[in-house]
């Protein structure tokens, strides 16, 4: 803050000796980041303001980049209803958006992020695919929903409609994805769960849940009611009004047969659901199930036989964003792809959109483990520390090909938003 | 030079609009105001990012048509009524208690005082300190077990409408329970004194002398209860575990689905609703005149 401070009052002088006394900084630390050194000089004065869910709002990253870049990322933390409002509707709030694909389909019309050029992304080439031409590998199939390269690319700079192939204006960098499935307490179960379809078997009365967010809690219901055969449907991430009332037909009955014991709106919800013990199997995320796990209680991320719910995150520029401050957004975008950040995440359980750079950051252990499904040979521990497996265990769904190869449909959002919020709320009114 | 004074009436005057203008520029800036804009934008319209100024009765119509709005107003007042009896039924007899039962003054403030005790803590502690108490392996049902009321627990003590009640009066009793101490001890002693001299039993003193007389202290503590589980938003989600609706919840979820208008007309609907309860409640008893 000092330094941004002393920057307020412009006279030559100061901006001389400012610039001189960065400039050696920039020397310094040059041979290692290797920036253009003409806007180097000013770069620590540059702020940058991210806000994003708090996956990925790690001020480990903000702490990081400051010792990397030399610029300062202020970072907010928010849940994912309340990214998606500041980025509709507070484009000033922010210079950088740490946002999911679906919100992206939601939020890009209101014309407050800007598309990024790709030729000045260095590690274009090694993002995955399925963030360009939407297969993970030339054979994969792409699976349902807002599927992320489908809101990946833009017309060009200003433009507010998304293109179906790649044309060089991205509208976020991808940065972290995983594929989302139900945890299980196997130890209250005792038997092998292999569908989705469980979610509402009575077996379960009084002990599933369910998530209480309409745009994800939808897609998780209509995996279900596919697996137990009720309905096929030509689109699960676009439902149409008749396929909405019989997907929320089917769980009304089931709420009101007393499936449900709760439903949870926040991520410590779920965890707390499943460690006491009062829901056996629930939709969850994947780093609820690591701290159910850390209380030394069994979680089980379980891989089903339908495939998995994805859900990808990625960066966005402020329109707002120009000159020199749009250059560092540009590297530290750049630095985002370059691996370190990718291998603190994947470390979590996530996936890094460049997984190459990322497994210079991990060590060979660890990249067995999270990325090629391995079995451990020593103990896995996350960034922070804490044992998240013990040498012999393998990863839940095994490898990165074997779960984002599974995907069966992605978070989305609907023509029908509104009526299926609609619906939702009668669903939890019911 | 000396200022002239003021004549008297003048001064009077002016001293008295002195006196009322922060009160007034406070209320205006932070009462008035807000209810203003939220009465405004509630004809506005939106679309999925973004609401602009209109004059449309569509979230009107939608709200007040919908049936999820009904049954979740219904479902709400019920809470409500729930609500209210327990907490005037325990927050009549701890006053009582405390202004009739206790008879030195240093014990009833001490007494006082304690019943505050748990306000020390924020209400979304000693909400959510239910939950391990109540639940599935909770120590309410391994009590139970262990003493042999129940085989297996009892899963309705939890994420149920008994846990949004039980949470409500636990939070809101002591409202009750201060406005009606406070009449009870304006109560001239005598007047019981003399009900009993003239013949009358514990009860008809009871009817005729002191429940008429705390009347006021009953009202101001009704009107806290209805007021604040009306527009509850947290307990009855946490309580329900989801399962509930309330008509805060209606507001909250509207806002984070960026439907600022629609919220902004279910609080004014929420906002008459009270209202109008209220004013019903006024009907029973004129306040400022018993105070």
Redesign the interface.
């Known amino acids: 803050m000092t330094e941004k401070l002393d920057t307020k009052g412009l006279s030559r002088r100061s901006v001389l000796k400012g610039g001189a006394a960065a400039a050696g900084a920039a020397i310094g630390s040059g041979a290692i980041t290797g920036f253009p050194t003409i806007w180097a000089q000013n770069i620590k004065d540059i702020t940058l303001r991210q806000f994003g869910t708090g996956v990925s709002n790690l001020n480990e990253v903000g702490k990081k980049v400051k010792e990397d870049l030399g610029f300062t990322l202020e970072m907010t933390a928010l849940d994912s209803?309340?990214v998606?409002?500041r980025a509709?509707?507070q484009p000033k709030s922010f210079d950088i958006a740490d946002i999911e694909y679906w919100i992206c389909k939601?939020?890009w019309?209101?014309g407050n992020l800007q598309a990024m050029d790709t030729s000045k992304i260095k590690n274009y080439d090694k993002i995955v695919g399925t963030f360009k031409s939407g297969k993970l590998t030339p054979e994969s199939t792409i699976a349902q929903g807002t599927a992320p390269h489908t809101v990946g690319f833009t017309e060009g700079p200003e433009s507010k409609t998304f293109s179906e192939t790649e044309t060089g204006w991205m509208t976020l960098i991808p940065t972290i994805y995983n594929a989302d499935t139900l945890g299980i307490r196997p130890d209250l179960i005792g038997r092998p769960i292999d569908s989705w379809a469980e979610l509402l078997n009575p077996e379960f009365k009084?002990k599933a849940?369910i998530l209480?967010i309409?745009s994800i809690g939808i897609m998780d219901m209509a995996m279900v009611v596919e697996a137990m055969g009720e309905y096929k449907y030509p689109d699960k991430g676009n439902m149409t009004r008749e396929e909405i009332d019989l997907t929320m037909a089917i769980f009304t009955e089931a709420?009101k047969n007393g499936q449900?014991?709760?439903?949870?709106?926040s991520f410590d919800e779920s965890v707390?659901l499943m460690a006491?013990?009062?829901v056996v199997i629930q939709s969850m995320w994947s780093p609820a199930i690591t701290a159910v796990k850390s209380k030394g209680i069994p979680c089980v991320y379980q891989p089903l036989k339908e495939g998995y719910r994805s859900w990808g995150g990625g960066l966005g520029l402020s329109a707002n964003l120009s000159g020199l401050e749009l250059e560092a957004a540009y590297e530290y975008i750049n630095w985002y792809l370059s691996g370190w950040v990718g291998g603190f995440l994947m470390r979590q359980g996530y996936y890094s959109a460049v997984p190459e750079t990322s497994k210079e950051f991990m060590d060979a252990n660890e990249w067995g483990y999270w990325f090629e499904g391995k079995e451990a040979t020593d103990v896995i521990k996350n960034p922070f520390g804490d044992a998240m497996a013990q040498a012999g265990e393998v990863r839940d769904g095994g490898s990165f090909y074997d779960r984002m190869g599974a995907v069966a449909c992605w978070n989305a959002v609907m023509d029908e938003?509104q009526y299926m919020?609609?619906k939702w709320?009668?669903f939890?009114?019911a | 030079m000396k200022k002239k004074a003021l004549d008297p009436e003048k001064r009077a005057e002016r001293v008295s609009w002195a006196l009322v203008t922060p009160l007034t520029l406070v209320l205006g800036f932070f009462l008035l105001l807000p209810i203003a804009t939220i009465v405004s934008v509630s004809f506005w319209s939106y679309n999925?990012?973004?609401f602009y100024p209109d004059f449309n009765l569509d979230n009107y119509m939608f709200h007040l048509t919908?049936?999820?709005t009904w049954?979740?107003y219904l479902?709400t007042l019920k809470f409500v009524v729930i609500t209210w009896i327990f907490c005037a039924a325990i927050g009549f007899s701890v006053a009582y208690f405390l202004a009739f039962h206790v008879q030195s003054l240093p014990a009833q403030i001490a007494l006082f005082l304690v019943c505050t005790i748990p306000f020390w803590t924020s209400n979304i502690i000693r909400m959510i300190s239910w939950?391990?108490f109540l639940?599935?392996?909770?120590i309410a049902n391994s009590m139970l077990q262990s003493l042999g009321i129940t085989d297996e627990p009892l899963?309705w003590l939890?994420?149920s409408d008994f846990a949004v009640v039980l949470a409500f009066v636990h939070l809101y009793a002591l409202f009750m329970v201060v406005p009606i101490f406070n009449t009870m001890m304006r109560i001239d002693k005598s007047l019981i004194e003399a009900a009993r001299d003239a013949g009358a039993s514990g009860l008809q003193i009871l009817t005729n002398v002191i429940i008429p007389l705390t009347k006021p202290g009953i009202m101001i503590g009704s009107i806290f209860v209805v007021t604040l589980v009306m527009g509850d938003v947290i307990t009855v989600?946490h309580m329900?575990?989801?399962?509930?609706?309330s008509v805060g919840?209606?507001i909250s979820?509207e806002i984070?689905?960026?439907q600022y208008p629609a919220a902004a007309a279910s609080s004014v609907v929420l906002l008459c609703t009270v209202l109008l309860m209220i004013g019903i409640m006024m009907r029973f008893v004129n306040i400022r005149k018993e105070l």
Do not use: M
């Open positions: 209803d309340s998606t409002q509709a509707t939601k939020v019309g209101a009084g849940s209480d309409s709420k449900f014991r709760a439903f949870w709106k707390n006491s013990g009062e938003n919020v609609r709320n009668e939890i009114a | 999925e990012w973004s919908s049936a999820v049954a979740t479902k939950i391990p639940g599935r392996n909770g899963d939890l994420y989600r329900s575990g989801g399962q509930s609706a919840r209606i979820n984070s689905l960026l």
